[in-house]
């Protein structure tokens, strides 16, 4: 059965909206990323943990929190949507940072 | 500033054809540099990595050829298949660096 899941795995929102994205990783891994994925701009890392409780910064933050509630699920928080979040996000485990990350299905999220 | 570049958002190839996909970086400190493949309606997965003190990478039909004095890779598919045909992201890391850095992809599609 798939290692990373993600929910929902489509989303429709309005400007202003409040959204939750969720991911559960049954790898036992260490660390767990939020990519958002767009044409022409390819993977782009949003924040990333390496624990329960941590959580660091990437390179497309603002407009996003994020929560590593355990070992298991990461959370990326979008409070105030707007258009430009819409996009299709990942998210991803790895054992060892950047060594082989796994990912998920993927969340299509519109914000209308 | 895209750290990880690919030159070619897509690529045309025949059945049988070898498809060349090319990758430049510009951080020098960048010495691992995995190749992900895509298919529609997927995550992204590790087909094939290098790391900077090897200048080639073999596995099975797919071959990383490595410059470091250039700064450029490029992923070879021998023999391509109509099952290739997917996005093929170059990607960067290196040690004490945040976290794996992605290009913006290169789409394949292999002509029966």
């Known amino acids: 059965e798939a290692a990373v899941t993600q929910s929902p795995r489509n989303k429709v929102t309005v400007t202003g909206g409040n959204v939750t994205l969720s991911c559960r990783q049954t790898?036992?891994?260490?660390?767990m990323y939020w990519y958002r994925q767009d044409t022409g701009h390819g993977l782009r890392l949003i924040h990333y943990s390496y624990g329960a409780g941590n959580l660091q910064i990437g390179d497309v933050p603002d407009g996003y929190k994020a929560t590593r509630t355990t070992q298991e699920d990461f959370f990326l928080l979008l409070e105030l949507a707007s258009p430009s979040q819409t996009s299709l996000y990942f998210c991803a485990s790895s054992d060892e940072r950047g060594l082989e990350q796994y990912f998920g299905p993927g969340t299509r999220l519109t914000v209308l | 500033q895209q750290q990880v570049r690919q030159s070619s958002q897509s690529l045309t190839v025949w059945e049988g054809e070898t498809a060349i996909l090319n990758c430049s970086y510009e951080n020098s400190a960048f010495d691992y540099f995995p190749w992900y493949q895509q298919f529609p309606g997927e995550g992204p997965a590790l087909l094939i990595a290098i790391r900077s003190v090897s200048d080639k990478k073999e596995d099975g039909r797919f071959t990383i050829f490595f410059n470091k004095r250039e700064k450029n890779l490029s992923l070879h598919i021998k023999d391509s298949q109509p099952g290739d045909s997917a996005t093929y992201f170059c990607?960067?890391?290196?040690?004490?660096?945040?976290?794996?850095?992605f290009g913006t992809g290169t789409t394949v599609s292999v002509s029966p």
């Open positions: 790898n036992s891994h260490n660390y």
């Open positions: 990607a960067a890391d290196y040690q004490g660096g945040r976290a794996l850095i």
